[in-house]
């Protein structure tokens, strides 16, 4: 039984001065794995202040200084790689894969941003004035549930590049796997008060970081809803915000696509972390002609992806991650019947012979018009509807017609006709013919799918403010 009873604050492991305690619960068996101990805002306010008192030494670091401490940072997490993969799985429900490559990509990312630190330019001459790239100053973290290290990782990344000191509220949900890359960062031996953690509900927690006077910054990965109420509460004192929110991916395969590469592809877009991804291609947009080929090759390729036990190494598709996004997620395959979606596959309940644990059928609908519920919502789980159309900048429409604008997939044969189809298409990014995830690439999403951008260069320069001398 593992009990998580301490903030990272100043340097140090202090007990919470809370006294409220939340289960933690195993969702491959539902079995009770831990307790945590939750945060309060005096905890929170320990952490900023110490935040504030390290920033102004922190800020005048070298490049060098920083350059080293994120080669620290790669090397704590990479010497306790085993149990980060380990406390992911157990707590999260994360395939092995997917634990491996997470936490891999978590240690990395610190990597990445030391290369860009090496030629980056924080002085520029523009006109008859000197600009200089300063940092922003402290910095909230907060981050969700389904991809707990690289979320955290590169959000601190930047800030570190930057010269920003930081302070994190990652999900109460990913208590366990927080705990591990706090030791990872105590071990890493940047300055005290550099990098806090304080484990709490956002609700409570979210809202001292996002209010309170002294934090000039806000990182937030989560959900649209949640991003609204974090931008509303940093307005009052005009904090610079990167918001990287929720989303409804279309995925398009042109009619010349070799469809025995694009739909396994499609499958594995909709049903990546076991679906659980705000990038995830849940929206299959396909030529109307086509439709029986690709429902066949569908059902082909679902006869490959295993649910169940996410230490199985055969397992593709974990539970989810707790028993509320379990109901979630049979709510909206309920609504996907009820509005005369047509169930290809999958469908209510659980899987045969996984009676314990938060499993979900992995479904498809098709004969999904985009108006309905289960196109137009974000899900987070399993559940891909397929959608026909007549004509290629009818597909277009549809994929632009969404309130997000996160992430986008194309298949085509002929690359100059996807990049003509993807220029079109209004997200902040667009795969074309791979899943791929370039992390020197900037990441955020247009509309209600979020403000700013992660990653690389443009993710440092959000840590950054512009500060002009004219002479």
């Known amino acids: 039984m593992k009990i998580i009873n301490q903030h990272y604050v100043d340097g140090q492991f202090r007990p919470s001065t809370g006294t409220e305690q939340m289960d933690i619960i195993n969702p491959s068996d539902e079995s009770l794995i831990g307790h945590l101990v939750l945060g309060t805002e005096q905890d929170m306010e320990a952490a900023i202040v110490a935040a504030s008192a390290a920033l102004p030494s922190f800020a005048q670091t070298c490049r060098e200084q920083r350059m080293h401490y994120l080669q ?26 997917r634990s491996r490559w997470s936490n891999q990509y978590a ?23 000197a600009v200089t790239m300063v940092p922003i100053g402290v910095t909230g973290i907060m981050t969700a549930w389904n991809a707990n290290s690289g979320s955290i990782c590169v959000k601190l990344a930047a800030a570190i590049a930057a010269g920003c000191t930081v302070v994190i509220k990652p999900s109460e949900m990913s208590a366990i796997q927080s705990q591990v890359l706090a030791e990872c960062f105590d071990q890493a031996g940047l300055p005290a008060g550099v990098i806090n953690m304080v484990h709490g509900r956002g609700d409570i927690l979210g809202t001292v970081l996002s209010t309170h006077p002294a934090v000039a910054k806000i990182l937030f990965t989560g959900s649209t809803v949640v ?31 070799d469809l025995k590469t694009a739909i396994p592809m499609a499958v594995n877009a909709a049903f990546m972390n076991s679906g659980q991804a705000c990038i995830a291609g849940t929206r299959l947009l396909v030529p109307e002609a086509a439709l029986p080929e690709i429902k066949a090759i569908l059902l082909k390729t679902m006869a490959t992806q295993k649910v169940g036990d996410p230490r199985d190494e055969q397992t593709v598709i974990g539970p989810m991650a707790s028993q509320k996004q379990f109901d979630r997620i049979q709510h909206y395959i309920r609504r996907g019947i ?25 479904t498809i609908f098709t004969g999904v018009s985009n108006e309905m519920t289960i196109a137009q919502e974000e899900i987070f789980g399993p559940v891909l509807s397929v959608i026909t159309y007549k004509t290629e900048q009818e597909a277009i429409a549809i994929a ?48 209600q799918s979020g403000l700013g951008r992660e990653g690389g260069r443009y993710g440092l320069e959000e840590q950054l403010e512009p500060k002009v001398i004219i002479s």
Do not use: W
């Open 227 to 257: 991003g609204k109420i974090i931008a509303r509460n940093a307005v009052d004192t005009m904090k610079r915000v990167t918001l990287e929110l929720s989303g409804k991916s279309p995925n398009i395969i042109l009619d010349d696509a």
């Open 400 to 447: 632009n017609d969404t309130i997000y604008g996160l992430h986008a997939y194309v298949s085509s044969s002929d690359m100059a006709r996807a990049q003509q189809v993807a220029a079109q298409i209004n997200a902040g990014r667009v795969a074309i013919n791979t899943i791929y995830h370039d992390a020197l690439a900037p990441f955020g999403g247009f509309k």
């Open 107 to 129: 240690a990395e990312t610190f990597l990445c941003f030391k290369e860009i630190l090496k030629d980056f330019s924080f002085e520029r001459r523009i006109g008859q004035s």
């Open 72 to 97: 620290q940072l790669h090397n704590a997490l990479m010497e306790r790689l085993d149990d980060l993969q380990e406390v992911t799985t157990t707590e999260y429900g994360a395939t092995e894969q």
């Open 338 to 362: 009820d509005e005369g979606a047509e169930l290809l596959i999958g469908g209510l309940g659980k899987p045969d012979g996984l009676k314990n644990g938060f499993y979900v059928k992995p």
